[in-house]
């Protein structure tokens, strides 16, 4: 355990589990516009991020 690390990852992991919940409410709204919107957001950030997160070890695949 080394807080300087395990501290910071932990609390990504909590942020990213929370946005993934607010993604699953927008979706549950049953609105065909934050459906789209979500997906555009996705398909962005997997554009514009995902190169990085292959180059650094990841898959490079969108993880909520």
């Known amino acids: 355990f080394i807080p300087s690390i395990d501290f910071p990852r932990a609390g990504l992991l909590a942020l990213q589990a929370g946005v993934g919940y607010l ?6 709204s049953f609105s065909a516009w934050f459906f789209l919107a979500i997906l555009a957001g996705l398909a962005v950030g997997e554009l514009g991020a995902g190169r990085y997160a292959a180059k650094r ?3 490079g695949g969108v993880h909520l």
């Open 57 to 59: 070890g990841g898959d």
């Open 23 to 28: 993604l699953m409410l927008a979706i549950m």
